[in-house]
């Protein structure tokens, strides 16, 4: 199942810098893991914004709730889901 997530992080102003470094570093980690994996289809920035459009490719809402849960950043992030099915004029013959 392919799920199109938008995160927004929102950092406290205050927040460690140190404690801000390693949490996104974790981050990055295991969003790596995750693509290689090809749970993470895509990752772009949405430009001008601590904000991403992603594609998730996942077995349930379940599997998409516990993998987003995971993350480091989930503490200070919004995120919103919608989930994905074959557009009925798209040329594609798979959901790549
Ligand atoms: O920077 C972001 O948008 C949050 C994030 C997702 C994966 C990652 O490494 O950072």
New binding site residues.
Partial sequence: MLFHVK?T?NLPIDMDPAKAAAL?AD??E???RLQREGT?RH?W?IAGH???Y?VFDVASVEALHDTLMQ?P?FPY?DIEINGLCRHPSSIHSDDR
């Fill in positions: 995160m992080v996104k981050e990055k295991l969003a790596q993470w990752l920035r601590y904000a991403n992603s993350l950043l992030m």
